[in-house]
């Protein structure tokens, strides 16, 4: 700031210029430009009695000679219509500029419209509704003080977290206590608080915890995948306050500070045994404290809320976000993967291929560079269950799952009447039919290896044994080779028929002409 007393009073006791300017830490253009205005005004040193600080500054300054023809901004308005969502400064003063050309009055430059503005600002107090409008802004955080319940069993206290969101504009509060701070009750605490306000505001700025901000920078903070996911889904904007830089959130850190006296330690001598006995007791202390009348304004945040933000506030979308969990996992050679021992099958191109795979309560999905590749419902029960897709095989293994039961009893019949029998029985022998397909495509690999007509008498054999025949009485033959031995017997049987079998004539049956 121009110290312009100091300037005079140098300049009456003959000091040069250069000097001045070095003594008052300014530049000699300003001080040649004070003593050129101060030659203009006729004032010199000493100065008139009653002459302040401030009137010399007023004296001196840019505002003392903008013409009088100029036209003064109405501020009052100005700060009116920076409330209303899309309006800036920008905008005002073009149309300022067309006010005071209709009415042929000269207008004030943009950096003297904006000067006075902020003069307005700062003396009004006006500053956070220009930087907050309605709708636009929501800051969130844990709470520093925790609040214990009771184990209702064993009599153990346990420490729950408390959650806290606080609109910006009209610093109406949503409180909840959590378990844990972990990623779940934060995304939790997310859904619920949008459900309590009714809608969401463009912007979300919480701090730089790890389940909000992966890594935390001065210029482009990494979001947590899930938290933003979850942004997308509510169409909201996450802005994370800057390191060590409380005032980037002011409303939440305030509220916090008092959301910790009027709810937390309002409710220290209470004992709760359950975290929804106590989340029943802040949501009626909540109440009472966002109905509270404001000190120095008007109205309660509830009031302002209902009658400035909840109107500005973004719709909810049709369904509440589901959470979601990501994992990184490898294609295996069976164009499977492993996701919490159960196994989803992805195209087969993608074999030995890193991919992101997106874990939610019903839903498997599989993405590639960000792509999603597929998807499959989440398996539940025991491990090891398989959920294959056909499209996802290569050619030669999609004709092994092309099968029904039509087929593989026609396949039989083919074969011969002993394998069409086995195959029904087979089949017939599981409550679900689909169960015996496993069977029957393992007797389709016995014909491949020990060719049909060995396993049409494996099937003979066996059905001499049992109406009821299995793949593994068919394999156990054909491994020890019980069906060459019946086909030996039987050949030898019919020989020795032929050769030694006596034939009787019709006089043996006493039909020899009597």
Not at 347 to 376: G, Q
Not at 425 to 441: D, R, T
Not at 479 to 496: H, L
């Amino acid at each position: 700031m121009t110290n312009y007393r100091e300037i005079l009073r140098l300049h009456s006791k003959g000091i040069s210029q250069r000097s001045i300017a070095a003594s008052c830490a300014c530049s000699r253009n300003t001080v040649a430009k004070v003593l050129n205005r101060a030659q203009e005004l006729d004032v010199a040193w000493p100065l008139q009695e009653g002459m302040s600080d401030a009137k010399l500054r007023k004296l001196f300054s840019s505002e003392a000679r903008i013409p009088s023809l100029r036209k003064r901004p109405d501020c009052e308005h100005i700060h009116r219509e920076m409330a209303k969502r899309g309006v800036t400064l920008s905008l005002l003063w073009n149309e300022y500029c067309e006010n005071c050309r209709e009415s042929k009055e000269i207008p004030l430059m943009y950096s003297q419209f904006c000067y006075h503005y902020q003069q307005y600002a700062t003396t009004t107090k006006a500053t956070m509704h220009v930087h907050r409008k309605p709708g636009e802004q929501l800051e969130v955080d844990w709470a520093g003080q925790i609040a214990p319940i009771v184990d209702s069993e064993t009599g153990e206290i346990i420490n729950t977290y408390v959650f806290v969101g606080v609109l910006s504009s009209s610093q109406y509060a949503y409180v909840e206590a959590f378990l844990s701070q972990n990623q779940e009750c934060w995304i939790a605490a997310h859904g619920n608080m949008y459900k309590f306000f009714g809608g969401v505001t463009r912007i979300l700025v919480p701090d730089n915890l790890k389940t909000g901000v992966e890594k935390a920078t001065w210029y482009s903070p990494e979001i947590n995948k899930t938290y933003q996911e979850m942004a997308e889904h509510y169409g909201t904007a996450v802005i994370p306050a800057r390191v060590r830089k409380p005032k980037d959130k002011p409303n939440a850190e305030g509220s916090v500070k008092i959301i910790s006296t009027w709810i937390i330690a309002a409710l220290r001598n209470q004992r709760f045994f359950s975290l929804a006995e106590l989340n029943e007791a802040i949501r009626e202390k909540l109440a009472v404290f966002n109905s509270k009348p404001f000190q120095k304004k008007e109205g309660s945040r509830l009031s302002i809320f209902l009658e400035e933000e909840k109107p500005m506030l973004l719709p909810l979308p049709a369904a509440p976000y589901e959470l979601a969990t990501w994992k990184i996992a490898t294609v295996q050679f069976n164009y499977h993967i492993s996701v919490d021992k159960m196994h989803y099958s992805v195209p087969y191109e993608y074999i030995k291929h890193k991919v992101d795979v997106r874990v939610t309560r019903n839903v498997i999905e599989v993405f590639f560079n960000n792509l999603r590749i597929c998807s499959h419902p989440r398996l539940y029960g025991r491990s090891g269950q398989y959920s294959t897709v056909t499209d996802h095989m290569p050619e030669d293994h999609k004709k092994y799952t092309q099968w029904n039961a039509a087929r593989f009893i026609s396949w039989g019949e083919s074969v011969g009447p002993n394998t069409a029998i086995t195959v029904r029985a087979i089949l017939s022998s599981y409550k679900v039919e689909q169960q015996g397909y496993k069977s029957c495509m393992a007797l389709l690999k016995l014909a491949d290896k020990y060719s049909f007509p060995r396993l049409e008498a494996a099937c003979a054999k066996a059905l001499s044994y049992t109406p009821r025949p299995g793949y593994k009485n068919i394999k156990t033959i054909l491994t020890t080779g019980q069906d060459k031995v019946a086909v030996a017997e039987t050949k030898r049987v019919k020989d020795n028929s032929a050769t030694y079998g006596l034939t009787r004539g019709a006089s043996y049956y006493g039909r020899d002409g009597k």
